[in-house]
């Protein structure tokens, strides 16, 4: 295939195609008329020697060879943007770059105030623009729309870059007064109401039935000892259960970081679950499109120390704990 027989412009049509999956849609976004691009639709069909786009009921449906092509289109134009803009260094000192980031309420609640607090010292007149998983779709982030997510994912597009920024484990949050906090038991667990709590994903979320499965991995967990739990309370905030927790029938699974921020809490306890739960990580992911940019990389590599700072100090916090009760059983020994 002779290179200078193509015209690059052809690819930024597909790319906008297969996103929009409408002639009519990525003309517009394009700037350029319907037939024009019905013409560059034509040539792309014979350089590729398929269909790529066939009209069906649902509106213009790619094909297999189209769905291959997707990521890898999009991952040329953004080296190929990378290649003809100028290379700028960027000066957090001094930038006013706003940053938008989609974020869980999980992630809001554990990492975020660490993040701003170093924000400030190293880019004070920087904006942080942050979105809930229903405000952003995958294409808004493939698109550069929104800098980055960090959330749970239970899957991404094949072209996204994503790093795990730290594993949590679950913790139980209860009234201390809750009869099952004497005896926190599977069956006193079972027999208990419960709360649920969970957002992962991305784009606008829907009620939640609880007679279907797919509730996460807690009851997933539960499945597989046969068993069900209780829930009373369907919520997407995870700082809902704290509040519901007073009532001393209730118990809320939630992830151990989330849990101990309630620790100094005087009608609070927090307990192991009574049965293993498979620990999750928390992600931070991105697009193609921005993965070269000296501001991106820059915001990368600040949320990356963050986290891994909190989880070192997490770390040592647990280490001197330990060995305070150790060296009070050791006192105690001896009285």
């Known amino acids: 295939m002779n290179l200078e027989r193509i015209d690059l412009n052809l690819l930024v049509y597909l790319d906008v195609l297969l996103r929009e999956q409408s002639v009519t849609r990525a003309a517009g976004q394009l700037g350029i008329t319907q037939p024009a691009l019905s013409n560059g639709l034509k ?9 790529l786009l066939i009209r069906s009921s649902q509106g213009m449906t790619p094909t297999e060879r189209a769905l291959e092509l997707a990521p890898l289109i999009r991952q040329a134009l953004s080296q190929i943007t990378d290649i003809l803009e100028p290379r700028q260094e960027f000066k957090p000192l001094t930038s006013r770059r706003v940053f938008r980031i989609m974020s869980s309420d999980y992630a809001e609640a554990t990492l975020v105030p660490a993040l701003v607090k170093a924000l400030r010292s190293e880019a004070p007149d920087v904006v942080l623009d942050f979105l809930t998983p229903s405000d952003v779709s995958v294409q808004d982030i493939e698109q550069g729309k929104v800098d980055l997510a960090i959330n749970r994912f239970n899957e991404m597009p094949q072209s996204f870059h994503q790093i795990t920024l730290w594993t949590d484990s679950f913790s139980c949050l209860l009234n201390r007064n809750n009869p099952a906090a004497l005896r926190f038991n599977l069956k006193n667990y079972l027999d208990s109401q419960h709360i649920w709590v969970s957002k992962t994903g991305m784009g606008i979320g829907f009620g939640v039935n609880p007679d279907r499965g797919h509730l996460g991995q807690i009851d997933a967990a539960l499945e597989r000892l046969g068993q069900r739990r209780r829930i009373t309370i369907f919520t ?9 927790a007073h009532k001393a029938d209730l118990v809320a ?15 609070l306890v927090i307990k192991e679950p009574p049965f293993h739960i ?7 992911a991105w697009g193609p499109l921005l993965h070269h940019s000296p501001a991106h990389r820059w915001l990368r590599q600040l949320i990356t120390f963050v986290a891994r700072q909190i989880a070192e100090q997490e770390k040592s916090a ?7 009760r150790r060296n009070a059983r050791i006192r105690r020994i001896r009285e």
């Open 236 to 244: 997407r905030h995870y700082q809902m259960p704290a509040l519901v």
């Open 278 to 284: 498979p620990a999750f990580e928390l992600k931070m």
């Open 318 to 324: 647990e280490e001197e704990s330990g060995l305070a």
């Open 253 to 267: 699974t939630l992830p151990t970081r989330i849990a101990k921020l309630q620790q100094d809490h005087p009608q």
């Open 43 to 51: 040539r792309l069909r014979d350089l590729f020697n398929d269909p």
